[in-house]
């Protein structure tokens, strides 16, 4: 099994900056895409921003510009860097990475338990 364990979230006034961090652990061979993905409630969960084994990243719009992800292949870690934050940043954060266990294996999907970020302004 594989476990995703995020921290980070916190409270934060607007303008301010958080940093998310996921690491990943468990019988990995490889990790392929890892990304952020943020939910409110009553709306359906959206993308943030991903990244793949090569480091190419594609960003939500509404971040572009303020938010960065990157990764540790080697610590099988990937972060989030949240800058100029505004309030309509509020969210609960979850992580997503697609596992594989085995070379040419199939691909398997996992997601963290989430972690809350509040931009009060």
């Known amino acids: 099994q594989v476990q995703l364990v995020e921290s980070g979230g916190g409270v934060v006034q607007a303008g301010g900056s958080l940093r998310l961090s996921c690491a990943a652990s468990g019988s990995i061979f490889s990790i392929n895409g890892m990304g952020w993905y943020r939910q409110v409630p009553g709306k359906q969960r959206e993308l943030v921003a991903i990244?793949?084994?090569?480091?190419?990243?594609n960003y939500a719009d509404s971040v572009k510009g303020r938010f960065t992800i990157s990764r540790d292949n080697a610590k099988n870690t990937v972060y989030l860097q949240m800058n100029s934050l505004k309030p309509e940043d509020t969210a609960v954060y979850y992580c997503?990475?697609?596992?594989?266990?085995?070379?040419?294996?199939?691909?398997?999907?996992?997601w963290g338990q989430g972690t809350q970020a509040t931009v009060s302004s």
């Open positions: 990244i793949t084994s090569g480091d190419t990243t």
């Open positions: 997503n990475a697609v596992v594989l266990f085995r070379l040419g294996g199939p691909q398997y999907n996992y």
